[in-house]
């Protein structure tokens, strides 16, 4: 079976570089790469392991966005509308206020990956809470709170290229503390 082109999550990025991505799954070497640079998954396994996480990054960097509501790994994500992650703001009027609830939920995806894309995908989310467009301020916030970003970002997306192209996840069997 031919490995599915990585085409997917490397959009907008140089045709050399996904065709290098492309031929290391092809190659079976994109693998053992992301092995070596992320050995290791990282230990938030529920809802209320994530929320605590999530609200010690908004506490470090945003302190003054407003209170989370809800922080969850939600398995219909990836699915639906092929994100990874998502926000939002729920207004309702109660009475004579008018109050709102901010939710985040994660691809359950995230919840066998490295320490590192986790932290990517929460820090993308919460610079949403302060800046709701993919522009210029939304990404000087993601480098404010998580310097390497972009990198993660792409070696996220070369990861996702991998799995959709073989079905085959990387970290679901390497967990910290596992016996040898």
């Known amino acids: 079976m031919r490995p599915k082109s990585p085409q997917n999550y490397l ?3 140089p045709a050399t570089l996904v065709e290098q991505v492309r031929r290391l799954i092809e190659q079976g070497e994109l693998a053992d790469r992301l092995l070596q640079k992320y050995p290791l ?9 994530l929320y605590d996480y999530v609200l010690e990054l908004k506490g470090e960097y945003l302190r003054n966005t407003g209170q989370l509501s809800k ?8 699915v639906i509308r092929n994100a990874l992650g998502m926000h939002t703001t729920i207004s309702r009027v109660q ?3 008018l109050k709102s609830k901010r939710e985040i939920r994660v ?7 490295p320490p590192e894309f986790l932290r990517m995908i929460v820090v993308h989310e919460l610079a ?6 993919h522009d210029k301020a ?3 916030l993601c480098l404010h709170m998580e ?3 972009h990198q993660l970002e792409f070696d996220l997306r070369t990861y996702l290229s991998h799995l959709e192209a073989t079905g085959q996840p990387l970290w679901a069997v390497v967990t910290i503390g596992a016996a040898s």
Do not use: C, N
């Not at 922080?71 to 990836?78: P, R, T, Y």
């Not at 691809?107 to 990956?113: N, R």
């Not at 949403?128 to 467009?133: A, D």
């Open 71 to 78: 922080v969850a790994f939600d398995s219909k994500l990836h």
């Open 41 to 49: 998954a990282h230990a938030v396994r529920t809802d209320k392991a």
């Open 11 to 13: 959009v907008g990025y």
């Open 138 to 140: 939304f990404y000087q």
């Open 128 to 133: 949403h809470l302060k800046e709701r467009e």
């Open 95 to 97: 009475g004579a206020k």
């Open 107 to 113: 691809a359950t995806v995230f919840k066998e990956m």
């Open 147 to 149: 310097p390497d970003y």
